[in-house]
């Protein structure tokens, strides 16, 4: 009986790895900061709606930055620039350390939104070119598990280095202690940047077709983009607000939520993102955006720790589903020498909604003085994705249908990385 031979298809090489490890360090560090941003802007005396406005910030800088970053992205070498934007947070956590007032944290701020721009398109089109077609919704889902480990163990470390900073350092000292373990990390995620394969030269067609504008938008890929930029306006509320929430309702041991939620995400990304590539986005978005929403209202409506944690559930198994899923479609629905942008989009989306939703949760706070009311406010944007997402569903078909009988096999290529 003849023999016969089938490789293996895998997620599992070298780009791949190196990209997911780079993440896991820089979202750690990230994590560690940024649940403290608000407490620490309050303790240099900046008001309620202000706070809402720095902890934003970066995110509003680096969709400003997008013009600049989406055509470096695409047209630069990849790996170079990925040295260069993970060395960033180093710089960019000494400032955190050495701010004494609220202009010098605004302006480390800044700073953090201009490495936000680059890092995350960067490292999301660098592994998406590495992985094979067929498993590119289970590959990003598991690449997106590097911002779900930050999570899980970012903020709790941060807290932790926050109050033994206080401890032996003074008054200040846990901030202090906290952005300089930042640092720290950040400089340990250069490492696998330095170590992933070379990256092929840029691929001037994208850019010989046009202005270099034409590198910073996909149209295709702005409808799954409007949704993330909804549903991330909700998302981002649990790291900025949740401990002046636990404080307002005397509430201890909220790290919890911050590790509950990563561990929901991980224990159910696998399943789900198996899920994605077997059935198609919408069967697994619809559930997950629920839960998402559910979770939020839970939040906002019922102050107790174990309500809190349930909640955590929810929202981790929604949003750690429901973001790499609207990735996935970003990138599905251009030609793989447009990945970049189709990324860039992606992350407009994320910034857009991360900028948006901690300043207008910052004056709901503000204006009721309560942070429930904020959270219980939150779950309405989750709805109106939901809504964005049925009514753009038939072109995202109809561009995958389309794209599936002209694109040419790139197998080979991705096998080498």
């Not at 190196?18 to 005396?45: D, E, H, K, R, S």
């Not at 989406?70 to 050495?98: E, H, R, S």
């Not at 092929?200 to 409007?226: E, Q, T």
Request: glycine share 10%; with cysteine.
């Amino acid at each position: 009986m003849p023999q016969t031979s089938e490789k293996r298809v895998t997620i599992w090489n070298r780009t791949f790895i190196c990209c997911l490890l780079a993440n896991v360090f820089l979202y750690l560090g990230q994590n560690i900061v940024n649940p403290l941003v608000t407490t620490y802007a309050a303790y240099t005396g900046a008001g309620a709606s202000i706070i809402g406005m720095i902890s934003g910030l970066y995110f509003g800088v680096s969709f400003a930055m997008r013009p600049v970053s989406g055509p470096m992205v695409t047209m630069m070498d990849k790996k170079k620039l990925m040295i260069f934007a993970f060395a960033l947070g180093v710089v960019v956590n000494l400032g955190y350390a050495a701010s004494r007032s609220v202009g010098l944290f605004i302006a480390s701020r800044v700073l953090h939104g201009v490495q936000f721009s680059l890092v995350g398109s960067l490292g999301l089109t660098v592994a998406s070119d590495s992985l094979p077609k067929e498993k590119m919704g289970s590959g990003i889902g598991i690449f997106g598990l590097s911002g779900i480990v930050g999570t899980a163990f970012g903020p709790s470390l941060g807290l932790a280095l926050r109050d033994l900073g206080e401890q032996t350092l003074g008054e200040g000292g846990g901030f202090f202690l906290t952005f300089l373990a930042a640092a720290f990390i950040s400089a340990v995620s250069v490492i696998p940047c330095i170590l992933i394969a070379p990256q092929p030269k840029p691929d001037r067609s994208a850019s010989a077709a046009g202005p270099w504008y034409h590198n910073i938008l996909s149209l295709d890929a702005v409808r799954p983009s409007v949704v993330t930029a909804l549903i991330s306006m909700s998302s981002i509320l649990a790291n900025s607000f949740m401990v002046p929430y636990a404080a307002e309702y005397g509430l201890s041991g909220i790290g919890l939520y911050f590790t509950v939620n990563a561990i929901a995400s991980l224990v159910s990304r696998p399943f789900t993102g198996k899920l994605l590539d077997k059935k198609g986005p919408a069967f697994v978005f619809y559930p997950c955006a629920v839960l998402m929403a559910a979770g939020l209202l839970i939040i906002g409506l019922v102050h107790t720790l174990p309500a809190i944690l349930f909640a955590a559930v929810l929202t981790g198994v929604g949003w750690g589903t429901v973001s790499p899923l609207l990735q996935s479609m970003a990138i599905q629905v251009v030609p793989p020498s447009r990945r970049g942008v189709a990324s860039n989009t992606s992350f407009l989306g994320f910034d857009l909604g991360l900028f948006v939703g901690p300043t207008l949760a910052g004056l709901i706070v503000a204006q009721t003085g309560s942070h429930g009311a904020m959270f219980t406010a939150s779950a309405i944007p989750v709805f109106l994705g939901i809504l964005v997402f049925a009514f753009t569903w038939k072109h995202y078909k109809t561009r995958v249908k389309a794209l599936q009988t002209t694109e040419a096999p790139c197998d080979a290529q991705q096998d080498n990385q």
